[in-house]
């Protein structure tokens, strides 16, 4: 009878713990937010056919799965690269017939075999022959796929990581403006050396990330020491853009357990780490957003965190002075002069749930750029019983965000990673993927709307790394970057996107590159793809033919 009674107590202990546990699974705080939004602002989407599921190896391998849109064949229609687990190969997709098929085969995708696991990925074009290429980080370090005319061929780039460091996010740019892509190569702990992930103020915990220059010939040296960028702690990512606009590649870097840093680019091959609201305090800063949320030219940030998931008291591990920890959602609004608040709360964001990679994007093509944030962890107990519904944002003219990821469709039931977004039929909405680790990845289709748009078409070149492109129309302005590694261990694609609303006219298009240079085109289509490149040489071939008239 004992035993009875004690086992029915057990059970309803048991049921006692699931309940509070699920209460802070599933976000409280945020429905205290005002979230009233016009119908015919929110975007709906339909799901198709996509057939990739990660395979996860919990013992072995880090929690997360890398994808990257790549336009492999030059028809500014991006394919979808996924990074495969140990026993699990890469593959490719491409959209047609209103799904996706496997063309790892057509692209002659090299086979990774089984002793590895793909852990990040960025496209860019390494060897300047107009076709991008892949950049793939394994547990055996880097490997580039290089692109020729569609099809791949694979080499393998001497990283000098450390015996205890494991590749996670890539960002790549030119930081010296001599022609040809650097890397900084995020790396985290590997993982039969983890010993907890609420670890904080044990600062010789970690791994050591590498600033990898370019020889001229697509072989790396580390400068990192010198660069000013040696430290230990694990991190997930990193992104290079120009913050302060002097055409110079700064430096976002993520760290998980720790801070999101910022750093400048000197000019001279030296990085300075500026202070910004995350600066010797503490937070589990893993996915980041890369975009201009409120429109006013200066690059701002997103950084994914704990949220109000899970209690404060747990979740701030060893952090012996809890006012130094931040378990909300990050939002960094630049102010000029590489100074930034915390905007989180005024854009209603900062009191969301445990998150992962996230993405800045214009979806319904009214001028502002939603928010999309992956959610679930894969290594985390309740998470089996609890899924959160991966947050789809839209923003308002009051700059602040709206959850619709009901209304538009997209609720994320499995293990987020990140969102990546293209627009796959070409019908200048932006479509949508979530990959997931250790279940399905799931596409839509969005279906539209009477917004115009125009699409700035780039090349993915060192030169074009890290542009900022600003449209310039009779009421706004619109800024955005070409950069790799937004999201988490991904890369977006290279066909930037901007959303015009009832604008039915552009001014002029002007892309700042990061060498310095700077390009002006007036009174552009709208509603159409804009060839940067062609443009250029169009321009020169008329420039060039004017000088020999007036000779």
């Not at 075999?113 to 055996?140: H, K, P, Q």
């Not at 009191?351 to 894969?378: H, I, K, P």
Request: aromatic share 10%; charged share 25%; glycine share 8%.
């Amino acid at each position: 009878m004992i035993k009875k009674i004690l086992k029915i107590l057990g059970i309803l202990v048991l049921l006692l713990i699931i309940l509070v546990l699920g209460f802070f699974w599933r976000d409280a705080v945020s429905d205290k937010y005002d979230v009233s939004i016009d119908a015919d602002q929110i975007p709906k989407f339909k799901q198709i056919a996509l057939d990739f599921t990660h395979q996860y190896n919990g013992e072995k391998s880090l929690p997360i799965a890398p994808s990257a849109l790549i336009d492999i064949n030059n028809d500014n229609v991006d394919e979808l690269f996924f990074g495969g687990g140990m026993n699990q190969k890469d593959e490719i997709f491409a959209y047609r017939d209103n799904k996706f098929v496997n063309i790892s085969s057509e692209t002659n995708l090299p086979d990774k075999g089984t002793t590895t696991t793909t852990v990040g990925v960025v496209s860019a074009d390494f060897d300047n022959n107009g076709y991008t290429d892949l950049l793939i980080g394994r547990e055996d370090g880097l490997h580039l796929y290089y692109n020729t005319k569609g099809k791949f061929t694979a080499k393998t780039i001497n990283t000098p990581i450390n015996e205890k460091s494991n590749p996670a996010g890539i960002t790549v740019g030119d930081i010296d403006k001599d022609g040809d892509i650097d890397i900084f190569l995020a790396t985290y702990l590997k993982k039969e050396l983890m010993e907890g992930q609420t670890i904080f103020e044990d600062y010789d915990y970690g791994s050591t990330s590498e600033l990898l220059l370019n020889n001229g010939d697509n072989t790396f040296k580390s400068i990192t020491k010198q660069a000013g960028l040696d430290y230990v702690h694990n991190t997930f990512q990193g992104v290079l853009v120009d913050i302060d606009n002097d055409s110079w590649l700064d430096l976002v870097v993520v760290h998980d357990t720790g801070e999101a840093r910022t750093y400048k680019n000197n000019g001279d091959l030296t990085f300075t780490m500026k202070e910004n609201p995350l600066t010797k305090k503490f937070a589990y800063p893993m996915g980041l957003a890369v975009g201009d949320y409120n429109n006013d030219g200066l690059v701002d940030f997103m950084f994914s965190n704990t949220g109000s998931t899970l209690p404060r008291f747990l979740a701030k591990g060893d952090i012996k002075d809890a006012s130094r920890f931040n378990e909300k959602w990050i939002l960094f609004k630049n102010e000029g002069d590489f100074k930034f608040t915390d905007a989180a709360e005024e854009a209603k964001i900062a009191n969301y749930e445990f998150s992962w990679g996230c993405t800045f994007a214009d979806m319904n093509n009214d001028g502002l750029q939603d928010l999309m944030v992956a959610e679930n962890y894969v290594d985390l107990a309740p998470n089996k019983l609890f899924r959160l519904p991966g947050r789809f944002l839209i923003q308002k003219e009051d700059h602040t965000f709206v959850p619709t990821e009901e209304e538009s469709g997209v609720v994320n039931p499995h293990f987020g990673i990140t969102s990546l977004v293209s627009d796959f039929n070409q019908d200048g909405y932006l479509d949508m993927v979530w990959t997931n680790i250790d279940t399905p990845s799931l596409a839509y289709i969005n279906q539209g709307g009477t917004n115009n748009y125009i699409q700035i078409d780039l090349k993915d070149n060192a030169e074009s790394q890290g542009a900022k492109v600003t449209i310039e129309t009779d009421t706004k302005k619109l800024t955005d970057w070409l950069v790799s590694g937004e999201g988490l261990a991904s890369d977006q694609t290279a066909l930037l996107n901007f959303g015009l609303g009832t604008e039915s006219s552009i001014r002029k298009i002007v892309v700042n590159y990061a060498n310095g240079s700077i390009f002006e085109l007036e009174n552009p289509k709208i509603n159409s793809v804009v060839d940067i490149y062609k443009e250029r040489e169009l321009r020169k071939v008329t420039n060039d033919s004017i000088s020999k008239i007036e000779e």
